[in-house]
């Protein structure tokens, strides 16, 4: 307050240099607050964007690595275990989408085992064995066949002193003793089903079993009257047996099964096959003429769990891969479709019939759900990152409220102010307002509807600066002795 005389004058003291610094102050705070809010807000996308990276990287692995089948296989040795090693190696050379991995067993009674068990994805077995509950076909690797025949001498000395019997068909084993190549009790189920069948009563025939390593033995056995085998047509096992008893007691007589079709009709497990003339020898003629016998398929069995698309995938390469089989192991061409009927005795897992009967789905129909959800995970993603941002950047929203606020603070002042100079300080400040305002929006901090508030300020402000102009324009200048008495109150 300043007395001068009689009259009493309120003086307000107003520094435009002042007022700027500490604007100046102010706004240079916020963008240091800015600049370390978005440094941390690029941290943060960026940690994101390398999560997601990952995780897609993650996925494209695990849905493009290859799927390893533990397979068993056996006894060691075996056909079956070289034409699945050959199988294996095949697909690993050709880094096929599904590989196996061979578990070399007894036999195919432990790889059954191990099937049951879950310690095998696969397994080679014939199809008359004891099967799990859970064991559907996948692919055929070949048709065993029954053969049977007898020799019309005896070995050696023996022949002198006896003379050997002469067996001209099924019914007539009775009284005689049998040689079985192969120590499986299968063989030995499957030889008296074919005797009942025939009328034979399977107590009355005596049976010895041989390993595939004692084919010598067998022919030099004086007490064997006929001979069986089981295998493929071309097997080696067969033809050596064969071979081996003619050497030792004579050309072979085959023995037909005539019920063969009575058989497959009772016992869907096994089909009625012929056995080709000269199928074993051509020079004679073993046999002379087809020869009518059962069989029964060895396959590849696969757990019913297996994925569809596995097992699909699977018969295809197998399939595709039996005429290369051929040229590195006996028995590759023989490799087949199975019977996709539903009446089957044996049922085909789903995968290998979708497969054969051409009703394999398409990668669409596989995965449209896993689409579907993907585009809702991304719909929530998005959300959830709309939201994330919004709340990363609640301090700069907040901080446009205040700048907005401190504009509406100018404008309640205005009515005070003395001077146009002080007016061009306001407007400098509300400049570096807008041009913070507008940087939050490209930021996304503050969405239209705010820009749209803040230029309802901006006019108002603007309204106020021009009357408050015109206000201070048509004033009269102050007296001089006002004009003293200020400048001794501003020094």
Excluded at 11 to 18: D, E, H, N, T
Excluded at 65 to 83: E, H, M, N, Y
Excluded at 128 to 145: K, S, T, W
Excluded at 406 to 423: D, N
Aim: net charge negative; charged share 25%.
């Amino acid at each position: 307050m300043v007395f001068l005389g009689s009259e009493v004058f309120s003086v307000i003291r107003f520094s435009p240099a002042a007022t700027m610094s500490a604007s100046d102050d102010d706004l240079r705070d916020l963008k240091e607050n800015r600049r370390r809010k978005r440094r941390n807000s690029l941290l943060l996308l960026l940690l994101a964007g390398l999560l997601v990276f990952a995780a897609a990287t993650g996925g494209l692995y695990y849905a493009l690595r290859p799927v390893t089948l533990r397979i068993a296989v056996g006894p060691p040795g075996s056909d079956d275990q070289k034409l699945i090693q050959a199988m294996a190696e095949t697909f690993d050379r050709d880094r096929n989408a599904v590989r196996l991995s061979p578990i070399v067993t007894e036999g195919a009674a432990q790889s059954l085992a191990l099937l049951g068990a879950s310690n095998a994805d696969l397994a080679v077995a014939r199809g008359d064995l004891a099967m799990p509950g859970e064991a559907e076909a996948v692919v055929i690797v070949r048709n065993d066949v029954v053969v049977l025949w007898w020799p019309p001498g005896l070995p050696g000395r023996v022949s002198k002193k006896r003379r050997a019997p002469k067996i001209k068909a099924i019914d007539e084993l009775e009284g005689h003793r049998l040689g079985v190549i192969g120590t499986t009790p299968a063989n030995i189920a499957l030889l008296r089903m074919i005797l009942t069948e025939s009328g034979v009563a399977p107590d009355k025939v005596a049976v010895t079993q041989f390993g595939t390593d004692q084919i010598e033995k067998l022919a030099r056995d004086p007490n064997l009257d006929a001979f069986m085998t089981v295998g493929p047509v071309g097997s080696k096992i067969t033809a050596d047996a064969i071979a081996a008893t003619a050497r030792a007691r004579g050309e072979p007589k085959f023995l037909p099964i005539d019920v063969s079709e009575a058989i497959a009709l009772k016992h869907p497990l096994y089909e009625s096959e012929e056995i080709p003339g000269s199928a074993f020898n051509a020079k004679p003629a073993w046999p002379d003429d087809k020869v009518e016998t059962v069989g029964a398929s060895h396959l590849i069995v696969a757990r019913k769990s297996l994925s569809e698309t596995t097992v699909a995938t699977l018969t295809r390469q197998a399939l595709a891969a039996r005429h290369r089989l051929a040229r590195e192991v006996p028995g590759g061409p023989h490799i087949k479709k199975p019977d996709t009927d539903k009446d089957a005795a044996l049922p085909v897992h789903r995968g290998a019939a979708a497969y054969i009967d051409g009703t394999e789905r398409t990668f669409l129909d596989r995965y449209s759900d896993y689409f579907w959800f993907a585009i809702l995970l991304l719909s929530g993603i998005g959300s959830a990152g709309a939201w994330l941002r919004q709340y990363l950047k609640r301090d700069e929203r907040d901080e446009s409220t205040e700048l907005r606020n401190r504009i509406m603070t100018m404008i309640s002042k205005m009515s005070t102010t003395q001077s146009v100079e002080a007016l061009l300080v306001m407007r400098r400040d509300v400049d570096a307002i807008i041009r913070e305002t507008l940087e939050y929006h490209d930021d996304g901090a503050i969405d239209e509807e705010d820009l749209a508030a803040f230029g309802l300020v901006l006019e108002l402000f603007d309204h106020a600066v021009a009357d408050r102009r015109a206000a201070l324009e048509a004033e009269p200048p102050e007296p001089t002795h006002l004009c003293r008495a200020r400048a001794v109150v501003e020094h």
